[in-house]
């Protein structure tokens, strides 16, 4: 019995990467210093995966920004705008992650996608019909060469060609088949080079095999896989997969010449059927994922040996592994102090899972696994008693009825009773929400949170940027305002901070895109308010000017979402627990005289299964009414907002107009705009505010820039239900491009409105 890892987080235990990128950002860094920054941390985790035993350790799964993004580097499809930059390689790769603005030109960012059903975000590679796919640089190549020389043969991973073309953009006439031959030859080159420098095994991850296919789909794969398998040599290539199932392509993957075939046995619902019903070929190895990479609970063994002990028999050789890659898990448990120890030992971050992965192999090889230690305390630690549940709440969830996932009246008569009071012009500008966390900010709560100075002085504080950030949005011309969230550390962390039912963590912190990281909030038990959470601070900004200030939550959903969820009770009860919450802390805004009110939705295409069989039954038939719940008991004169980040929402545009809220905000100026058709197909009867410009980037977007995307958008949406701002909060960007672009945001608006 061996152990296998898919992929271990890349940040560092204590957010080493971010911190190293973001000083090479400033100039504070030289390339060669972040280079050897990366090249430690890399040691560091190879080191930590060989003294737990793990057998397969991976290479090439760490990232200075995104695996998808290194794929691309990798198979020369670097667009023409890039290229003509005539940036070194590092400087390169950072203006496709994050756009450029200098000396050299000016241009965009990729566009930025959900990574399928996680927080984790990937960069859509674009491939033109002018892109030559060939094998480009020596990353795989150096990362194995640099482990073997601190004595670990590790097993590269790459993203595999399917994957690849899948979650590409095309950009011309071409399409995914006329990029087959030349993909093939870049992986047969990268396998015979790895081989010639000793690796054993090779590691091609197609997750994309986890959604549903199409007979084009399977054809491609077929050609692809068999062209590459073709050119192996000696190297041992495994197919792997997670998030889900392969039921589409099992007897597929199971012909071709793969030596071992990767499953996941946690997301995949059909995993263990489909090697039941087909068993699995002889000759190659099985590995099984078994231990969940994406969420941070103790594996319960008794249910998973079972399990394991099944796949032995089906198949000659099995490999316990995760799920998925490590990634989406914080780094270690031993980080925390805080936390209680009764509370510590239900944990396993990316460090503890390697030792339960040991554990496994240990007692898959035991003939009475429940006498040795470790069974039984992990027995009795899930025989324990966490919480006591709450039996009020639980009724009162139990005694919902239709009317209280309804607002009244119906949308478009309470558009009519709005556009009447508000009396905003037409494109009516405004943010997202955050504005710049500055040091001083990020200071004061840290303050605060230590207990160095008293909660007068840090509410005065805030007070104080409320009323700047304020000042400043009038000065800029804003029609709608926010307060800025200067108390907020994070849009999820700082509501479970206010209810019950939720443990937080010092260091437990998880990459979401590129430096951005974030610090999920861990769901322990049932969750209700305590008291209100915003009120104060938004009356308190309301109370400063003559303008609608939005009164600003994170919905049942997204809080869900960027949480580590219960495994002990359904998705649906949590957000309707959550629902309920917010919807106390809604009532309370109304009543207060907040008149918006925005309750955001960042997440809610995040946990959307994969299968489309499965999005209404499996999460839309509950994500969608414990949203509706959290808002049908407002007036009609109270303006209710939503704001959706990056997803794709084409094909689930029914489904959030049904959310019934009045205004919905979207990313939209990294993907071209490519939402307004499917909300003009649609008929999309709730106002909305396509993202005009990028907050992930450092560029400052020309007010001509800005103009043309809202003429673009006039074409598809009436003018009455356009609103203008930007893609997302402004809390990752300084005060030196969040001005001028709001500036230039503002100067378009009144632009384009002078003339309609």
């Known amino acids: 019995m061996k152990t296998s890892v898919i992929g271990f987080p890349r940040i560092g235990r204590f957010r080493e990467l971010k911190f190293a990128s973001e000083s090479f950002f400033k100039g504070e860094k030289t390339p060669e210093e972040l280079l050897s920054a990366g090249k430690e941390l890399r040691k560091q985790h190879w080191a930590l995966q060989e003294s737990d035993g793990i057998d397969f350790i991976p290479s090439n799964d760490f990232s200075f920004y995104d695996g998808m993004l290194d794929t691309a580097v990798m198979l020369n499809a670097v667009p023409k705008r890039y290229r003509e930059l005539k940036l070194d390689g590092l400087h390169e790769y950072f203006a496709m992650a994050r756009g450029y603005q200098g000396p050299n030109g000016d241009v965009k960012a990729l566009a930025m996608k959900k990574w399928f059903n996680t927080n984790y975000h990937y960069l859509v590679p674009e491939i033109g019909d002018e892109t030559e796919i060939r094998l480009n640089g020596s990353k795989a190549l150096g990362e194995f060469s640099e482990a073997k020389s601190l004595g670990a043969v590790t097993k590269p991973v790459v993203i595999g060609p399917l994957t690849f073309l899948k979650l590409s953009r095309f950009t011309g006439a071409k399409r995914a088949a006329d990029f087959v031959p030349d993909l093939i030859r870049a992986y047969s080159l990268l396998l015979e080079k790895l081989g010639a420098l000793g690796a054993e095994w090779v590691q091609i991850d197609e997750p994309i095999l986890v959604r549903d296919l199409d007979a084009a789909d399977l054809a491609l794969f077929r050609k692809l896989h068999t062209g590459i398998l073709k050119a192996k040599g000696p190297v041992k290539v495994l197919l792997q997969t997670y998030f889900g199932d392969i039921r589409d392509c099992y007897k597929d993957a199971a012909a071709l010449d793969f ?271 305590r008291s209100p959470i915003t009120v104060g601070y938004a009356k308190y900004a309301q109370s400063l000017t003559k303008k609608y200030v939005k009164g600003m939550l994170t919905g049942p959903v997204t809080i869900l979402n960027w949480s580590f969820p219960r495994e002990d009770i359904p998705l649906k009860e949590s957000a309707f627990q959550i629902a309920l919450a917010i919807r106390e802390e809604v009532l309370d805004l109304e009543a207060n005289g907040i008149r918006i009110i925005q309750i955001d939705e960042a997440a809610l295409r995040e946990k959307l299964p994969l299968r489309k069989a499965d999005w209404h039954s499996e999460y839309l038939d509950w994500a969608i009414p414990a949203f509706r719940l959290v808002h049908s008991g407002v007036k009609p004169e109270t303006q209710i907002h939503t704001h959706m980040c990056y997803s794709e929402f084409g094909d689930i545009i029914q489904d959030i107009d049904n959310m019934d809220a009045d205004v919905i905000t979207f990313e939209a100026s990294r993907s071209d705009l490519s939402i307004l058709s499917a909300l003009n197909k649609a008929g999309f009867r709730t106002e909305v505010g396509p993202g005009v410009y990028d907050i992930h980037s450092p560029r400052v977007p020309p007010a001509a820039e800005i103009r043309a995307a809202l003429q673009k958008m006039l074409q598809k949406i009436p003018k009455e239900k356009l609103w203008v701002n930007p893609d997302c909060g402004l809390k990752t960007r300084g005060y030196a491009e969040t001005v001028p672009s709001l500036e230039h945001l503002v100067q378009a608006a009144r632009e384009v409105r002078s003339g309609l």
């Open 259 to 529: 030596d071992g075939i990767g499953l996941d046995f946690v997301e995949g619902k059909e995993s263990l059927s489909l090697v039941r019903k087909n068993g699995f070929p002889d000759g190659k190895v099985l590995f099984a994922g078994l231990l969940n990479g994406k969420n941070i609970w103790r594996n319960h063994y008794a249910k998973t040996l079972p399990v394991l002990r099944e796949l032995q028999g089906g198949a000659k050789q099995v490999v316990i592994g995760t799920s998925c890659s490590l990634l989406h898990v914080p780094f270690t448990v031993e980080s925390e102090t805080k936390l209680a120890p009764a509370c510590k030992k239900h944990f396993a971050f990316a460090a503890e899972k390697l030792r339960e992965l040991t554990d496994l192999k240990k007692l898959a090889s035991c003939k009475a696994p429940e006498g040795t230690d470790e069974y039984r305390a992990n027995e009795a630690l899930f025989r324990s008693v966490r919480h006591e549940e709450n039996k009020a709440l639980k009724a009162k969830i139990d005694a919902l009825t239709e009317r209280d996932f309804t607002r009244r009246p119906a949308f478009a008569e309470r558009e009519k009773i709005q556009k009447a009071s508000f009396r905003l012009p037409l494109l009516p500008t405004t943010t997202i929400g955050s504005f710049p966390q500055t040091s001083d900010v990020r200071a004061n709560r840290s303050a605060y949170r230590k207990g160095r100075i008293p909660e007068e002085q840090y509410v005065e504080f805030n007070k104080r940027k409320i009323k700047e950030c304020i000042e400043l949005q009038e000065k800029i011309g804003l029609d709608v305002l926010v307060h800025g969230e200067f108390e907020r550390n994070d849009m999820v962390e700082y509501f479970g901070e206010h209810l019950n039912g939720f443990l937080f963590t010092e260091k437990a912190w998880v990459q979401s895109y590129g430096t951005r990281c974030v610090k999920p909030p861990i769901i322990w038990g049932d969750i209700s308010r």
